[in-house]
């Protein structure tokens, strides 16, 4: 029966930092290179090859699925690249500092804007440093200007569903390497977690999660596949 591979991106530049990223294209650091590096090493050694992969439309995701599918001989499997599978849009957050708005704002508001499950931040301005209208790999795609959680569940189950999911239901093999709060909507989804705990669930970088589903395309516990 098919299995589930989730891969949240290696570390980024602003995860080095400490900054918002949301939608921002930020790319990976040395230490997030390695990390994608040695995921695919990991596929490859407890044979868990994927058949088909999907990832974003960051750069971080994707040169993440890149090292990990040529770590695991996979690089020539299907790829598809879809804007709902991209990072929860923090909006007017973006970009700045977690630890100096978290000192101009207050710790339990900057905690409500990160973790809670449908307050989302402040929306983005437009026409502002970090706005993407001008952005062409998001041209006719409707650019939230700030999400909660629960927006981007969403977005992101509903193509779980309709694309995703059926792939798995032929028998294939997935990989979906994405980010962590797109990956904590599938989750929350896959493991039925409530709206409260979802909010202590950590997605870490470059961690294989698996999910093996059963002949009724139910899945079983999720596991880190270093503990396979």
């Given amino acids: 029966m098919p299995s589930l591979i989730l891969v949240r991106h290696g570390q980024s530049q602003w995860n080095l930092e400490n900054r918002f ?130 927006l981007t569940i969403d977005r992101v189950l509903p193509y779980w569903e309709a694309i995703i999911l059926p792939v798995l239901a032929s028998g294939k093999n997935v990989i979906i390497s994405a980010h962590g709060n797109s990956l904590r909507a599938l989750v929350k989804h896959l493991s039925d977690i409530s709206d409260d705990d979802i909010t202590e669930l950590e997605i870490p970088t470059g961690q294989p999660i698996v999910y093996d589903f059963d002949d009724q395309m139910q899945p079983g516990a999720r596991h880190y596949l270093k503990d396979r």
């Avoid at 939608?23 to 390695?34: E, F, M, P, R, S």
């Avoid at 040529?70 to 690089?75: S, Y």
């Avoid at 307050?119 to 062409?136: R, S």
């Fill in 21 to 150: 990223t949301g939608w921002w294209d930020v790319d990976l650091t040395d230490k997030g290179v390695a990390e994608a590096k040695a995921a695919g090493t990991l596929l490859a050694d407890k044979n868990m090859l994927p058949d088909v992969a999907f990832t974003s439309l960051q750069t971080r995701a994707i040169r993440t699925l890149h090292y990990a599918l040529e770590g695991c001989g996979r690089l020539w499997i299907p790829e598809t690249k879809d804007w709902r599978l991209n990072e929860r849009h923090y909006g007017g957050l973006t970009g700045l500092d977690k630890a100096e708005t978290a000192a101009l704002h207050g710790d339990d508001q900057v905690k409500v804007w990160r973790r809670s499950f449908d307050t989302p931040p402040p929306p983005l301005a437009a026409g502002g440093e970090f706005d993407l209208a001008a952005d062409a790999r998001y041209a006719g795609i409707p650019i939230p200007d700030t999400e909660s959680l629960k």
